[in-house]
């Protein structure tokens, strides 16, 4: 039987892989990219609810305003609130994108049952911040169907107001003021003394403008220029409010007879913002 002869084994090479090997500069780069694609998300998606939870007790919001639910996200989201026990919906849209232009654009609309609103408020990179209230219909018998302190008051009709305008500048405040708006009339009820009493007021209109550089309102009856009503805001907040003969007339009132139609019979003037 022939005798086996051992063979000595062939040396092998064996294939090394590669390992995977991070430079200290690749994991920096990789860390960075992972934290900023993190806070882009974050920003993008940042719930306005929760932003709304954290800042709300520094938020000076009126005692007549209750705000219930705030959703979407800081750039585009909605709120309800509650007014006088008026259910209202605000919507926004920010656009940051415009930045590249020189300015900020805050759409929003508000909504409630029976009225709308819609306008913008622009910032500036210079300061100044235009506020624009482009159009809006507002259903007087639905606001005035809720406890605003002055019950009893019933207006019907729609109020529409287009184009109404103003600019703040940080050296100056608020000015450049524009507006228009209308109502078609009806029977207004009111109060006077301890009973209510009713009228028939005239179609009007009403338009904004600047006065000084403050805001001034002249309510007309329609297809006139004669004011009736007279508002006017001073620069320390002070509102002062003139009612005309004409309007007391509008009223039925047998107030100051000798006086023209153009005179003013009734002025007071009221502090109201801080």
């Keep these: ?73 800081v750039w585009s989201g909605d709120a309800w609130l ?39 408020v622009t910032a500036m990179l210079d300061g100044r911040v235009r506020m624009l209230l482009r159009r809006a219909r507002v259903d007087l018998e639905e606001v005035t169907a809720h406890d605003l302190g002055i019950q009893p008051l019933s207006i019907p009709s729609v109020m529409t107001l287009e184009s109404f305008f103003g600019v703040w500048r940080p050296e100056q405040g608020f ?16 109060p006077m003394g301890d009973q209510p009493r009713q009228s028939r007021i005239p179609a009007l209109e009403g338009r904004l403008t600047s006065n000084n550089g403050q805001p001034e309102l002249v309510l007309m009856e329609q297809g006139t220029s004669e004011p009736a009503v007279r508002l006017v805001m001073d620069a320390g907040g002070r509102a002062r409010v003139e009612l005309y003969k004409r309007w007391i007339d509008f009223l039925g009132l047998d107030f100051a007879p000798d006086a023209a139609p153009g005179d003013v019979v009734f002025r007071v003037s009221r502090q109201v913002t801080p």
């Design 175 to 190: 000015g450049g003021f524009q507006g228009w708006g209308q109502w078609s009339g009806g029977n207004v009820t009111w």
């Design 82 to 120: 509650r007014v006088q026990g008026l259910p209202l919906r605000l919507s926004w849209q920010l656009q940051p994108g415009s930045l590249i232009h020189g300015f900020v654009p805050l759409e929003w609309r508000l909504n409630s049952p029976g009225s709308q609103a819609e306008g913008s």
């Design 1 to 73: 039987m022939p005798e086996s002869s051992s063979k000595s084994a062939e040396p092998t090479t064996e294939h090394e892989h590669p390992r995977f090997r991070v430079e200290p500069l690749r994991a920096f780069l990789l860390v960075l990219l992972l934290s900023l694609t993190w806070l882009t998300a974050l920003v993008v998606y940042l719930p306005a609810g929760w932003v709304w939870a954290q800042v709300a007790r520094q938020v000076p919001v009126p005692e007549v305003v209750e705000v219930q639910q705030v959703g979407g996200t």
